[in-house]
């Protein structure tokens, strides 16, 4: 701690407070301090004592959160980690679940697993510029990625490029002409492959791409709505990156008096339970989640015996209802 402090040019009481998550310290000395942390790699000495008394058998479910709660919000989240829970366990491993969604809650989860409490990581929801997998990385500890990861970690995901291809080719082949999307956030993986595969493939049927930008949630699928019908009134079809944001394109349609699909068509992706209720039922890209979870889950089983890492890419497929 004296060292941290040092580095930091803080007091110890100063790092003191930060390292337990006390709310009245000031951002810039927050800063400063979880910067100095990560360049010794400290770990308080609790932790290590608790190391040096007791082994683990425990995986960490690790949700990069942001404050917005987007994650957990989404109905895929408990299946995702129902289904592997049931799988670890099944296998004799606890599992713990950690958000890590500030500096704050990324320095506590690297902590955790510096001092050695868990025998595996499980990531999930990471963006793109988060730190977090690469410092764990690091440490040496197993582990893998529900959703492609930049940093190299061994990963399972679905064809989100392909699933995006195979709903615009759907959307051309309706005859719809001026196909527009509305993306996810886009320091997500799975929302650039998703746009990639709308544009190449709106490029290849020579037509334009008309984008709104989205965050997964429905308001931000309504809100992106309402811009696409205001900067081209004649478009015919949406594709939405995720079943959320396309009930919320479903609901500012009808605030528009656009009827759904004779006016515009409307597709979604991942194929959530509500997509059978939506009015009209909704067509997607079914992307199962409870099995992309058990193949992560498998996965990480895997490593702890020694096998490779590698990728896996889960298939999907398009499920046609009557939206489009």
């Known amino acids: 701690m004296e060292a941290v402090a040092a580095r930091a040019g803080v007091s110890k009481s100063s790092v003191s407070r930060v390292v337990n998550g006390d709310a009245t310290v000031t951002p810039a000395i927050r800063d400063l301090v979880i910067k100095a942390v990560r360049e010794l790699g400290y770990v308080p000495n609790g932790a290590a004592r608790s190391l040096a008394t007791q082994r683990t058998n425990a995986v960490a479910v690790i949700v990069s959160d942001p404050p917005k709660g987007l994650v957990c919000d989404d109905p895929m989240f408990s299946t995702v980690v129902r289904t592997m829970s049931r799988l670890l366990e099944a296998a004799g491993k606890q599992v713990t679940l950690m958000l890590a969604g500030s500096p704050e809650s990324q320095l506590r989860v690297e902590q955790f697993v510096a001092a050695g409490h868990v025998a595996g990581v499980m990531l999930v929801s990471m963006h793109g510029a988060d730190p977090l997998p690469g410092s764990l990385a690091r440490m040496g500890v ?183």
């Open 142 to 324: 197993p582990m893998v990625s529900l959703g492609r990861s930049v940093s190299g970690v061994p990963y399972v995901d679905n064809d989100n490029v392909g699933g995006a291809a195979v709903a615009v080719r759907y959307l051309h082949s309706q005859g719809r002409r001026r196909i527009a999307t509305i993306t996810g956030p886009l320091d997500m993986l799975a929302s650039q492959d998703r746009l990639t595969g709308y544009r190449e493939t709106l490029r290849d049927t020579g037509r334009r791409s008309i984008v709104a930008l989205g965050d997964f949630t429905r308001i931000s699928g309504a809100e992106g709505m309402r811009q696409l019908l205001d900067d081209d009134p004649g478009l015919d079809a949406v594709f939405a990156a995720n079943d959320l944001m396309a009930i919320g394109a479903l609901h500012a349609l009808r605030e528009a008096g656009r009827r759904v699909p004779d006016d515009v068509a409307v597709v979604g992706f991942d194929d959530i339970e509500a997509a059978l209720y939506t009015a009209p039922p909704l067509t997607t890209i079914r992307s199962p989640m409870g099995d992309q979870a058990a193949a992560a889950a498998r996965l990480l089983l895997g490593l702890f015996e020694g096998a490779p890492g590698d990728p896996v890419i889960m298939p999907n497929e398009l499920v046609i209802r009557e939206s489009a």
